[in-house]
């Protein structure tokens, strides 16, 4: 059963935000933060991705009841940072932009490491460690 999504009334009407604007606004905060390789949407959105189209919403999923959400971040580290650190710093970042941007209250923020990616080697190509997503 879906749940009606939120509205914001003024005097000029009412204003719905679907959950795939909140989940690019995200998108867009997460990969701002240093140690941030890239977002994980698994092989479907990544092949999409490879062939030209960019999804800045890829990677996330978004519930919206009343007027919270609950954002859910798949991403992959870069070597070298420290993970913790990394995903406190996706959670705050998109916290902020999410309530900025949209009105919304962000209950949580959960962050998902699905792999760490290498820096570019000798030869020109990045290597990364991934896991099944389920």
């Known amino acids: 059963m879906d749940m009606p999504k939120p509205e914001i009334s003024n005097e000029f009407g009412t204003i719905r935000i679907a959950d795939e604007v909140v989940a690019t606004v995200a998108g867009l905060a997460a990969v701002e933060v240093e140690g ?11 092949l999409v991705e490879k062939l030209g ?13 009343n007027e919270e959400t609950t954002i859910d971040i798949y991403i992959t580290v870069e070597f070298g940072y420290a993970i913790p650190e990394v995903a406190s710093n996706v959670q705050k970042e998109v916290k902020m932009a999410v309530e900025t941007m949209t009105g919304l209250t962000v209950a949580n923020v959960n962050v998902h490491i699905v792999g760490v990616s290498m820096k570019k080697n000798n030869a ?11």
Not at 53 to 65: C, P
Not at 124 to 134: F, K, M, Y
Request: hydrophobic content about 35%; proline content about 0%.
């Open 36 to 46: 941030v390789a890239s977002m994980s949407g698994g092989w479907g959105t990544d």
């Open 53 to 65: 189209k960019k999804n800045f919403g890829k990677g996330i999923k978004v519930e919206v009841v």
């Open 124 to 134: 020109g190509t990045e290597v990364s460690a991934d896991v099944d997503q389920d």
